[in-house]
């Protein structure tokens, strides 16, 4: 039985990619569209293909969370309201918690989440999927992860967790295809319905 969701949030829960690509075009003026694609093939921190500079850290965290605003979620909000009426709601995300939380107290959901999960937590999401586990019973068999990128999709591969890989995001199905998911959705009615469909396992 499908207990636990987790979900990444930039592209998946916040509709970021324009917002996230004008950032990285400040701190890198010669990356392409196609870089800032690429950066999310792997762990964002382990295999960058966009070097942001430790002293623009700071400054990249602070601008995305002035910009980050409730408009950006508001077509998860109703999904994830209908979702957390069945299941318990994690995010895991490679941005920062303060901004996320924020987000989503401004938007009246920050208590549909059991546990927000960011860069702070671990740069890892393969860690945080494991303290997911300790602490909340998280398991292969009980949950699935929802998110938009290849690098995702690898990382939850390394400890056996099932993906919804998202079009919506920020790569597309067959750029998503090649970490071979557990299921690709195009919308958010996809994804409850992938979901109701194994709810009961």
Do not use: C
């Not at 690509?21 to 093939?41: C, G, K, P, S």
């Not at 945080?128 to 992860?145: D, H, I, Q, R, S």
């Amino acid at each position: 039985m499908i207990k636990h969701l987790i979900f990444d949030f930039d592209g998946v829960v916040a509709d970021t990619f324009d917002m996230n690509w004008a950032l990285t075009q400040e701190h890198d003026e010669t990356a392409t569209v196609d870089d800032f694609r690429a950066h999310h093939d792997g762990n964002v921190f382990e295999e960058p293909k966009i070097k942001f500079k430790a002293e623009r850290l700071s400054e990249y965290y602070s601008e995305y969370q002035k910009r980050l605003v409730p408009s950006h979620i508001a077509q998860a909000v109703g999904p994830l309201t209908r979702l957390a009426a069945e299941h318990q709601l994690y995010i895991v995300s490679s941005n920062g918690e303060q901004a996320i939380n924020a987000v989503l107290e401004q938007s009246g959901v920050v208590d549909l989440f059991a546990r927000v999960m960011g860069v702070e937590t671990h740069a890892s999401k393969v860690e945080k999927f494991k303290m997911l586990t300790k602490e909340y019973g998280v398991t292969p068999e009980n949950a699935l992860f929802i998110s938009d990128t290849l690098g995702d999709v690898k990382e939850a591969h390394k400890v056996d967790l099932r993906t919804i890989a998202v079009t919506f995001g920020y790569h597309d199905r067959e750029r998503l295809a090649l970490g071979k998911p557990f299921q690709i959705a195009d919308s958010w009615g996809e994804v409850e319905k992938i979901i109701a469909s194994i709810a009961q396992e």
